[in-house]
């Protein structure tokens, strides 16, 4: 176990260490100048020139590297062109607001695609199962923005039952939260029903019925143990969708989290802070696998065994 | 006798009815936008959102009577200007403090503008103080001081420049020049931007990044009366169709992001909330740029034929008539605008004629390039459109706006540019801002804004002699001058300039004030200051 855990943590290093070599180069291969952005319409070459060299970007791009990365490992991930703030004050300062986000998206997507998916596979071919279904497939194409606009619409404009967008309370978190949660949902519920039908064709579950094992406890103990492994595994996948996701929807709902820093820095070709935010995503999107292969052997024991 | 007695008691009333209209101060409100404040430190904060936070915080020596494009004195109790147009001198008001508490003095206002200057600083507004004294040498590194600024004692400031510049008064009532305190700038170091201290009408109090930001009044501020609002709070991440529903249900009270083009028809034809809307014409132009430079733009007859080619009517329309066609590069608006001029008629017919003349009976193939963000690419379709009725096909390529301006500045990159979301809105309502980067020769270079590469020498004299005018009793003849310079670079047709923007301005039922405060033409987007609250009244 301490071999895996220790072979997976030098991969996840290595993958982050590569993020970070591509996202760099793909910033610095975009055929836009942050300086000029920077400098303003009404500066001479001179001054663009002197502000290029005081940020180092006249540098060859192997040194800019190198320095970035040194930094980085003494935690200093620059400071912002446009803000002059530290980047990494700017990505915590955006952090908790996001992580609250997704952990609200995963319950709701739970809450939508487990139920959703088993009733689907208990009830095979019926009315429900079809009604779930082009549900799911629903929650699954339909685009987050308009998904976040009509919701508004609805339940905050119209219904005045949750605040117009914001951040704060409980409250606030319910719209972002289900909007980036009904896509997940909707995959879930697919991704459940299969895997529960397969389940319960199983040799264990016809022995479980046969024994008298009542049906609820059937499905639910003994099916759905197995059933919710590949669900668990995609939750950890999930994390890479949801920072996609999050600059949508905190686009729509004014949630204050990096989604939004993100779409900021990159019509403004603020460097430092395309890099930290890309940076801090693809920790998650690691971390999100890595916990996955954790926890999956923790559910099923054939995983530990292997 | 008996109409009298009316008469007479109406204007008693009336006369009564004088005081009541006072606005009393108090109350507050709250502004959404879209996007993050970047930074609110005056000498580096260039963004469309910021640039009136920043001027409520603030005070400089100059700056306009609200609504107009006035200069008048700001700190400054009064100035002089000597007869060679090389020196003024400035003498402050008394008693005039930061938000700190501190008295601003004379050493400050020559720090500020050092500090706006000085390398170090990145400012993107270093170029607009080249006229003074010393510039070259502190850009250079030469020198830690502004040579022509310095402070003979604490309330007299004094300015000289190396040749007369019309514009200094202007430069010197921008943001950029805002007086702020040396303790405060070096406390904060890199981090004043999110700490701001200046000495105008509002105080920042909170501000909780990517959330919110609010500003309270000063209750030091010298200028009596003002501001009418105890509080503003500035709502960040506001999608605008969002921030207008919060502001029909009360929430918002002032649209930053103005009204979203999907409800624009449908606010306007809306008798309870059209009132709501003040509108009123930007010091703007958005305009086509040909590149002088490239085949076949470098032939006149074919940028004039362009310029005959677009339908500007079609697009207003596209755009719900949120502007006016525009003919010449500068707005209605700016001194120096010509009202007698026509410009290039929309006719396809002659189009064509000159484009045979040219040699090109068959068209040509071309590239539009376009900002990629609503509605830009849809503007840019429209004069693809056009310009295949004269034969010209045009591909367009819409893209990011950091991409279109890197483009713009290369030489031999993009043959026309719709400025589109980068267009030219003026950092003050002085013709010379609408030539020098955009039209002039110093703009024409790698990295520059002047997108059409267009230098014409016998232009560049004229606007050069403009600029020198500096003595106010020349005025007119300036503004005539400045007139015939952007007539003779129509002739050359470097430009098709397509529309002047006209500006849009929601506001809620809880807060109110006249067009200065909601269309100002220098303290783009609102004028913080003359917004009052209808709670209070």
């Known amino acids: ?306 | 006798m008996k109409k009298r007695v009316l008469f007479l008691a109406a204007l008693a009333v009336l006369m009564m009815a004088v005081p009541a209209m006072a606005i009393k101060a108090g109350g507050e409100a709250v502004v959404s936008y879209k996007e993050d404040v970047v930074t609110l430190d005056p000498a580096i904060g260039y963004d469309w959102q910021n640039w009136s936070i920043i001027k409520s915080l603030n005070a400089r020596l100059m700056t306009y009577e609200a609504g107009t494009a006035k200069l008048v004195t700001d700190m400054a109790e009064d100035f002089t200007v000597s007869p060679d147009g090389l020196t003024y001198v400035f003498t402050l008001k008394k008693g005039v403090k930061f938000h700190n508490g501190r008295e601003v003095k004379a050493g400050d206002v020559v720090y500020s503008l050092t500090r706006v200057v000085e390398p170090k600083t990145q400012s993107p507004a270093q170029g607009f103080y080249h006229s003074i004294k010393g510039y070259d040498d502190l850009v250079a590194g030469k020198t830690a001081e502004l040579a022509g600024v310095t402070a003979p004692d604490d309330y007299t400031v004094k300015v000289e420049l190396t040749s007369p510049d019309a514009t200094v008064l202007h430069v010197l009532a921008l943001n950029f020049s805002s007086v702020v305190p040396k303790e405060a700038v070096e406390k904060w170091g890199d981090d004043f931007g999110h700490h701001p201290v200046g000495a105008g009408a509002f105080k920042l109090a909170e501000w909780k990044l990517g959330q919110y930001l609010t500003m309270v009044r000063n209750p030091d501020y010298f200028v009596a009366g003002l501001p009418y609002l105890d509080k503003i709070t500035i709502q960040i991440g506001l999608e605008p169709s969002v921030a207008l529903l919060k502001l029909q249900r009360g929430e918002v009270d002032i649209l930053g992001d103005s009204i979203p083009a999907a409800r624009f028809v449908k606010i306007m034809q809306d008798p309870e909330w059209s009132k709501q809307v003040v509108s009123g014409s930007d010091l703007q132009t958005g305009y086509i740029t040909m590149n002088v430079k490239m085949k076949p733009f470098d032939d006149v007859r074919v940028r004039q034929a362009v310029n005959m080619a677009v339908n500007k009517d079609r697009i207003v329309k596209m755009i719900n008539n949120r502007a006016i066609p525009a003919n010449q590069p500068l707005p209605p608006t700016m001194p120096g605008y010509d009202k007698a001029y026509k410009g290039y008629a929309f006719d396809v017919a002659k189009a064509k004629a000159l484009l045979a003349e040219a040699g090109l009976a068959d068209g040509f193939e071309t590239e539009l390039y376009c900002m990629n963000v609503d509605p830009n690419p849809r503007i840019a379709q429209s004069i693809q459109r056009d310009l295949a009725e004269i034969g010209i096909k045009v591909n367009i390529k819409s893209q990011s706006q950091g991409t279109v301006i890197a483009a713009g500045g290369e030489p031999d990159q993009a043959p026309m540019i719709w400025s589109g979301g980068m267009a030219w809105i003026a950092d003050f309502p002085d013709p010379s801002n609408f030539y020098g980067p955009i039209l002039g020769c110093g703009g024409a270079v790698k990295g520059g804004w002047n997108w059409s590469w267009y230098c014409n020498d016998e232009v560049e004299a004229m606007a050069n002699k403009a600029d020198a005018m500096s003595d106010p009793a020349k005025q007119a003849d300036r503004e005539k001058l400045w007139m015939e310079t952007f007539i003779k670079i129509m002739d050359d047709a470097p430009w098709v300039p397509v529309f002047n923007e006209t500006r849009f301005n929601m506001h809620s039922k809880n807060v109110s004030g006249d067009k200065k405060a909601f269309i100002d033409p220098v303290h783009i987007p609102f004028n913080y200051s003359y917004i009052y609250s209808n709670a209070v009244q």
């Open chain 1, 1 to 306: 176990m301490l071999v895996t855990f220790l072979k997976r943590f030098s991969q996840s290093l290595g993958i982050l260490l590569g993020v970070t070599v591509i996202t760099f180069m793909l910033t610095y291969l975009i055929p836009a100048d942050p300086v000029r952005m920077l400098a303003g319409r009404s500066a001479s070459q001179e001054t663009v020139e002197n502000i290029r060299h005081q940020l180092g970007l006249d540098q060859p791009l192997p040194v800019q590297y190198g320095r970035y990365v040194v930094n980085l490992i003494q935690g200093d991930m620059g400071r912002s062109f446009k803000q002059k703030t530290e980047v990494t004050t700017l990505v915590l300062s955006r952090m908790p607001a996001t992580l609250l986000l997704m952990a609200g998206a995963i319950f709701f997507e739970l809450l939508i695609g487990i139920p959703a998916g088993i009733i689907g596979a208990v009830r095979r071919g019926r009315k429900s199962d079809n009604f779930f279904m082009m549900m799911s497939f629903m929650g699954v194409s339909a685009p987050q923005f308009v998904v976040g606009l009509i919701m508004l619409y609805l339940f905050a404009y119209r219904l005045e039952w949750l605040p117009l967008g914001g951040y704060g309370t409980l409250a606030h978190l319910v719209l972002p939260a289900v909007t980036l949660g009904i896509t997940g949902g909707g995959w879930y519920s697919r991704m459940m029903r299969s895997s529960m039908i397969d389940v319960l064709l199983q040799d264990y579950i016809r022995t479980a019925r046969a024994k008298g094992v009542s049906p609820w406890r059937v499905v639910m103990v003994h099916g759905m143990r197995n059933a919710v492994l590949p669900v668990i595994a995609m939750i950890g996948l999930d994390i890479g969708f949801f920072m996609a996701g999050a600059i949508v929807v905190e686009s729509v709902y004014g949630w204050p989290g990096i989604g939004q820093l993100a779409w900021q820095a990159i019509q403004t070709i603020d460097i430092p802070v395309i890099m930290g935010v890309t940076l801090v995503a693809a920790i998650f999107i690691v971390l999100g696998n890595f916990l996955a292969d954790l926890v999956m052997p923790l559910v099923d024991p054939r995983l530990r065994q292997n």
